[in-house]
Each structure stands twice: as structure tokens, then as C-alpha cells.
T-cell receptor
Framework: ETGVTQTPRHLVMGMTNKKSLKCEQHLGHNAMYWYKQSAKKPLELMFVYSLEERVENNSVPSRFSPECPNSSHLFLHLHTLQPEDSALYLC????????????????FGEGSRLTVL | AQKITQTQPGMFVQEKEAVTLDCTYDTSDQSYGLFWYKQPSSGEMIFLIYQGSYDEQNATEGRYSLNFQKARKSANLVISASQLGDSAMYFCAMREPRRGGSYIPTFGRGTSLIVHP
């Protein structure tokens, strides 16, 4: 069982809908991430939160809105999406600012497969 | 410019044989970390192995080893005694220092490995 849980696992929505993706980590980590994984593209970093503050935002369209109410939960609010936004959205967590000498690897959830019609 | 290059979109290997997955990287930093992740069809990215740029020994984790050649900027993953369950996508990633002190990995496009019985 993964320490990072994402819901829903699958989501189909129309372009005018509003929905949210949820991520919860049970690992006591301080940093959480949203990645987008499209077919034939590298993993794209969308947002990073460290201690509930956004530290990275890679020029993501405003139709994606993240929310991090506490260090264990991360949301991605979706509205007026486009068909090209269909992808696997992966949430990850890490201990936080990595100390050199320790990996600081990311722990991923199983992803939310989003289809925009 | 692409920071992580994985030139093999797909690889095939016979069960119980060894296989090498290639990864080259580009950085001007002296301190960085290299990772390999496995992504089975379920979608979850699983951390496999880590190599720090100052580590003199090649990293090993069970059947996984990382062939680190710093001068050539390569970090190939070697899987010994392949098993059917090794069939998955494999991603190479690099973590380097960024503004604000955050350490966020950049991922390659991945290599699809299929293990034949």
C-alpha cells in the first residue's frame, strides 16, 4: 500500500465542469508536488509546496488551481479544461529540503487519470 | 535544453538476463543527485536507486546497480537477472540545486522495458 493516496483514480469531465483531484500522504513529509504525465512527453512539474507554501509554479494555466491546506493534503482544482489537459496527474511527497548525502527521493501516488471531453 | 536524455524508447530482454538502460544528463553544478524510478502499468512511480555526484562507488540496491560515469555524464541503470515483473517504464531523473534552495528533480522521457519469458 502506497504512502501517498490519490483520488479519484479516474475522472472524465466536460470542458465546462469543475472538479478536484485530491492527494493525501501518510509519510510525515513536508513537501508535496503535482506532476502532469502526457503520452510521449517527459514528466512535467506543475506545482511544489513546501511546508504548505507554494515554492514552485511552472507557468501552469490558471484553469489549474492548487491548494495545500496542511502538509498532508494537496488538491488540484480543475475548471474549464481543454481536451489537451487529458493526462495522468501524479502527486508526490518528499521529506522536504534534501540534505546532501540523503536521496530526498519522491514518493508518488498511483495517479489520477483525467479525460477531458 | 533537455537535462536528462534517455535514448532508448523501448528495450526487450529475456527473463534472467541482464539489461542496461541508458541515461545521460547535463548540468553545470558540481553537486547533484541522480535517480531511477520504475513505473508499472498501475501508474505509481517507484523509487529504485540514487547516486550522489560525490559518491565514489556505484550505487547498488539488490538487482539494481547504477553505472555512474561522471566524466561522460552518464548514469545507466543495470538490472541483473531480469524478472517478468520488471516490465515497466523506467525514468531517469536528476536533482540539482535551484533558486530558493529547493531541490526538484527533472525527469527524462523514459524507457519501456519488456521482459520476455
Amino acid at each position: 500500500e502506497t504512502g501517498v493516496t490519490q483520488t479519484p483514480r479516474h475522472l472524465v469531465m466536460g470542458m465546462t465542469n469543475k472538479k478536484s483531484l485530491k492527494c493525501e500522504q501518510h509519510l510525515g513529509h513536508n513537501a508535496m508536488y503535482w506532476y502532469k504525465q502526457s503520452a510521449k512527453k517527459p514528466l512535467e512539474l506543475m506545482f511544489v509546496y513546501s511546508l504548505e507554501e507554494r515554492v514552485e509554479n511552472n507557468s501552469v494555466p490558471s484553469r489549474f488551481s492548487p491548494e495545500c491546506p496542511n502538509s498532508s493534503h494537496l488538491f488540484l482544482h480543475l475548471h474549464t479544461l481543454q481536451p489537451e489537459d487529458s493526462a495522468l496527474y501524479l502527486c508526490a511527497s518528499s521529506p522536504g529540503q534534501a540534505e546532501w548525502g540523503s536521496p530526498g527521493e519522491l514518493f508518488f501516488g498511483e495517479g489520477s487519470r483525467l479525460t477531458v471531453l | 535544453a533537455q537535462k536528462i536524455t534517455q535514448t532508448q524508447p523501448g528495450m526487450f530482454v529475456q527473463e534472467k538476463e541482464a539489461v542496461t538502460l541508458d541515461c545521460t544528463y547535463d548540468t553545470s553544478d558540481q553537486s547533484y543527485g541522480l535517480f531511477w524510478y520504475k513505473q508499472p502499468s498501475s501508474g505509481e512511480m517507484i523509487f529504485l536507486i540514487y547516486q550522489g555526484s560525490y559518491d565514489e562507488q556505484n550505487a547498488t540496491e539488490g538487482r539494481y546497480s547504477l553505472n555512474f560515469q561522471k566524466a561522460r555524464k552518464s548514469a545507466n541503470l543495470v538490472i541483473s537477472a531480469s524478472q517478468l515483473g520488471d516490465s515497466a517504464m523506467y525514468f531517469c531523473a536528476m536533482r540539482e540545486p535551484r533558486r530558493g534552495g529547493s531541490y526538484i528533480p527533472t525527469f527524462g522521457r523514459g524507457t519501456s522495458l519488456i521482459v520476455h519469458p
